[in-house]
């Protein structure tokens, strides 16, 4: 991986999460997964769930995953996702099961893709920067402490 030769990574402290397809309430639009041709996505800012996740990792299993450019909507957040479908500027968000999972304002309308990381996440850190040397110890400390389950 071409990080890996600037930064250094510390262990991970989340699992890796499953991707999911998610609609309105209903599928109003009956948004099918299985091919995104000509279909509207939308893409949290920063989140590795986007669209080179899904052309790399879906490429062969779901038709159009290799979305065109002015099919990809990048949102602010997950309210910007929300908003999007709302207002039918997408027809579907593609997120980590996570995010959307319990909620109330979507529907998921897929099954549990595979994650888009590899592994879970991490801190990443310059080489040259020493947060490492203090960060993973803290985050061993935490890991094992009884109360580290309650918080994932």
Known sequence: MERRRYFDFS????????????????????FDYHD???????????????????????????????????NVVQCAGVSGCIQALESNEIDAWFILSSVVRGRTDVEIV???????????NSLMARKDSRVLEWFQPALETLMSSSEYGDLQ
């Open 11 to 30: 262990d991970d402290y989340v699992q890796p999460t499953m991707e999911v397809f998610a609609t309105l309430p209903g599928n109003p639009g009956s």
């Open 36 to 70: 995104l041709t000509a279909k509207k996505i939308g893409f949290i800012n920063g989140f590795s769930s986007n669209k080179q996740c899904v052309a790399d990792l879906y490429g062969d299993s779901i038709v159009g995953a290799d979305i065109p450019a002015e």
């Open 110 to 120: 897929s099954e549990e893709l595979a994650p888009c990381t590899p592994g879970g």
